[in-house]
């Protein structure tokens, strides 16, 4: 079996700094990927962790340790346009190339 | 340069119908894959499609296929449609297999079985 873990929601105000949460469970792995979505819309990619370790893109951050089947979204300087569904996805060691995408983290930044 | 692009934008279709969704990729992308979005729920990964080639098939049923076509486009079919078939059906294209770890969103199609 295959299974992503993430909260459900999470609550921050503006200007302050978020971190979602992802642990996974799958037959094989090909690294770590975050996803955007807002509400109605398609979902925009944010991040990649294909190694252990801290990967930044501006005021976003991605962590992945692979030992711990672990990894994280850290979201900085909150802004009111972040509030949006966030989620982690993994590549399964299937046939072909399955994507696995987790439940989803609804972030809801308040002013 | 033009985004994904999938077609129609919504549809209604009763039980037992059929249903073709289109997808045209970022110019230059060569792989294709298909989600099915159920709403609060994370996507479901249906096929991937890379030089007209299955390379990956998700845990749908048989009723559920797809192509590739030379330009690199794409349909989705599902045959039978139920009423557990409605949700938004996502279109992803990505440069090469390698790099599909980085996959662009079309705004998707919402499909509605009545």
């Keep these: 079996g295959q299974s992503l873990e993430q909260p459900s929601e999470v609550t921050a105000v503006e200007g302050a700094i978020v971190q979602i949460n992802c642990t996974y469970q799958t037959s094989g792995f090909y690294g770590l990927s975050w996803y955007q979505q807002h509400d109605g819309g398609a979902p925009t990619f944010l991040s990649y962790n294909g190694l252990d370790g801290l990967e930044e893109t501006g005021r976003f951050s991605s962590f992945l340790s692979r030992s711990d089947s672990y990894g994280y979204l850290l979201l900085q300087e909150l802004q009111m346009k972040d509030s949006a569904s966030y989620f982690c996805a993994v590549r399964d060691q299937g046939y072909g190339q399955n994507f696995v995408f987790g439940p989803g983290t609804r972030l809801s930044v308040l002013p | ?114």
């Excluded at chain 2, 030089?51 to 049923?61: I, Y």
């Excluded at chain 2, 989705?76 to 297999?97: F, R």
């Design chain 2, 1 to 114: 340069d033009a985004g994904v692009t999938q077609s129609p934008t919504h549809l209604i279709k009763t039980r037992g119908q059929h249903v073709t969704l289109r997808c045209s990729p970022i110019s230059g992308h060569k792989s294709v894959s298909w989600y099915q979005q159920v709403l609060g729920q994370g996507p479901q990964f249906i096929f991937q499609y890379y030089e007209k080639e299955e390379r990956g098939r998700g845990n749908f049923p048989d009723r559920f296929s797809a192509r590739q076509f030379p330009n690199y486009s794409s349909e989705l079919n599902v045959n039978a449609l139920l009423l557990g078939d409605s949700a938004l059906y996502l279109c992803a294209s990505s440069l090469v297999v390698g790099a599909d770890y980085e996959q662009y969103f079309g705004p998707g199609t919402r499909l509605t079985v009545t």
